[in-house]
């Protein structure tokens, strides 16, 4: 600790010590180390101020000697003030923590939290964090929630901020907090994907309440149809919507499960009735009748087998009807959704061509 | 400067003599002399190399080699011996590998199970399992993808519509839903577009407009979106997006190798060159030097 004068280890980055500071040259307790530098650039001609070329010196001199002590951790911290990206710096930060021992671990956080309300973006402020909190296992808990909670509540759609506490609940396994935490985020703005993100991850990982899962579909279906309401062109529900069911089992592995909830029909027609150009829920309107007409036709091709091969078969012209029914609304979507949307007319023509092979299936079994 | 047919403004010998004193007894490049070597800067000499047709500068092996220690048992990753694991290191690695014709070296079907592992609901893919899709993050999982030649694992129709969703109706692309449009989107949808087929599926002439509105009339460089300051990554992203779309006057970048054409295919020549007498069992599981046998 005495290296660092009367600083704690880890608290020598933000604020700066009242007064200016010493120059490391001028320091007692350098002394004994002989600065290192290295001439100027020709071709990058990296502008340093004095301050940090004196600290680079010393920096570079302690790399060499691999010394890991208090005052390189304090060399460290001046070293990521005056440039946060240099990531030499904070690797050697994270070397000296390890070699301190936990009291150095914990200061760590008072730290990065000084970082972090400078630049909250920093790829290696937030790999450092990870680390240390990563360290200290699932007690870390409580501190990271209020850390990435003042990232959120400044950037609420903080890459590293989310990922940070991806990280930290798949340790600490609390994953009902985590799930109430992207609630509260999608209630605060129901635009924001990178919470509807959160609570997917939150649904793939946590177990689910009561043995039906049907009926536990339906709420959170209720729950989307909630969000949609509130705003009918918002793409982040939609998208979940369907990743419901391309993502969690058993539905993932079912063909065409979405097709098998009526429910997903009744929030598209809603949120048309809303907004009758809204592209999105024709876009899902559209999948919902094209899976209807795949598993009409797949169901027309057992009542084929079932009659015998005999195409004329009652049940078999009743279901290639369905189908033919199906094919006619989807189409009927994807051209109002081309309407609504000219921008992606490219997607809409390419998903209406999706269709025509079940439409040729479907009329190949009356043949 | 290459797509703009003007390499030759900068002073090369300089820039490669920099270049060669950045790399470390390991094989791996830093981001200036001190720095440690890093798996972004190693890549970005191997390209700076492989512009200036000098790749003989280096030995691939060694190269090659502190990028493939780089794996981990996973698949993924890590930028460097202590920093974070990331889809754009999968990348980095795969395209550095491929310059190098040493992807031979890396556990590839692995690499491709953990960039599957990233992907999300949507068809996109994030940093690391679970995180949300981001069209910088999808560039690099496409990318590499498509060095392997695994874009089977795409969900391509799923996907492609999410990357045409990011055109707001400014004509610009944004990164995910509900964020503002920039420039360096041009490159990062376009480029998954380009290598996927799609590349029709947004409105060209917007986008286009909307690029160069954001130049910089005075000092010529190009922002991040209209009247903010010009800086080399936008102007990159931006002439990048431009030859995607073919802009008169530009040379064609390829959208995987984010090189000109024409260097690719020097490589591919290159590659194959040396190859050719290796011992054909390596061959057969190089996944890269089996793409540059076919062309
Ligand atoms: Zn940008």
Partial sequence: ?367 | MYLLGRLGDMDEAAILDWVLRCQHPNGGFGGSERNDPHMLYTLSAVQILALYDKLELVDADRVAAYVAGLQQPDGSFAGDAWGEIDTRFSYCALLCLSILGRTSLINVPKALDFISSCKNFDGGFGCTPGNESHAGQVFTCIGALALADALHLVDRDLFCWWLCERQTSGGGLNGRPEKLQDVCYSWWCLSCLSILDRLHWIDRPALTRFILDCQDEEDGGISDRPDDMADVYHTFFGIAGLSLMGYPGLQAIDPAWALPVEVVARIKRRNAASTVGAEAEVQAHAVGAAAAAES
């Fill in chain 1, 1 to 367: 600790m005495s290296a660092a004068g009367s600083q704690p280890a880890g608290g020598a980055a933000a604020p700066a010590p009242p007064g200016p500071p010493l120059p490391y040259a001028q320091r007692p307790d350098w002394a004994d180390v002989t600065p290192v530098h290295i001439p100027e650039e020709a071709v990058v001609a990296i502008q340093y101020t004095a301050e940090h070329s004196d600290a680079l010196g010393y920096f570079r001199a302690v790399v060499r000697s691999g010394e890991l002590s208090p005052r390189v951790l304090a060399l460290t911290a001046d070293m990521i003030r005056f440039n946060q990206a240099d990531y030499t710096a904070w690797r050697v930060r994270w070397r000296c923590v390890q070699a301190l021992g936990p009291e150095a671990l914990a200061s760590e956080l008072d730290f990065t939290h000084a970082v972090m309300l400078e630049n909250a973006k920093n790829y290696q402020l937030w790999n450092h964090r990870r680390l240390c909190a990563l360290q200290l296992g699932a007690a870390c808990a409580d501190r990271e929630d209020a850390f990435t909670r003042e990232a959120i509540a400044f950037d609420e759609k903080n890459y590293h901020a989310w990922a940070h506490r991806q990280a930290v609940v798949r340790v600490s396994g609390r994953w009902a907090a985590e799930l109430a935490f992207a609630a509260e985020l999608i209630e605060r703005d129901v635009r924001n994907n990178t919470a509807w993100n959160q609570r997917m991850f939150c649904l793939q990982h946590m177990p689910r309440e009561g043995a039906d899962d049907a009926a536990w579909l339906r709420r959170e279906l209720e729950y989307v149809a909630g969000a949609i309401a509130k705003a009918p062109r918002n793409e982040a529900p939609w998208r979940y919507l369907t990743g419901l069911f391309a993502t969690l089992q058993p539905w993932a592995g079912q063909p065409r499960a979405l097709s098998t909830f009526p429910d997903v029909h009744q929030i598209c027609q809603e949120a048309l009735q809303e907004c009758p150009a809204c592209a999105p829920a024709l876009d899902v309107m559209a999948a919902y009748y094209e899976g209807l007409a795949a598993l009409g036709v797949a169901r027309a091709q057992q009542q084929l087998a079932a009659a015998g091969g005999a195409p004329g078969a009652g049940p078999v012209q009743g279901a290639v009807a369905g189908v033919l029914h199906a094919v006619a609304a989807a189409n009927s979507a994807l051209e109002e959704a081309g309407l609504a949307d000219p921008m992606r007319a490219p997607y809409w023509f390419h998903r209406m061509r999706g269709l025509t092979p079940l439409q040729a299936q479907a009329e190949a079994l009356l043949a």
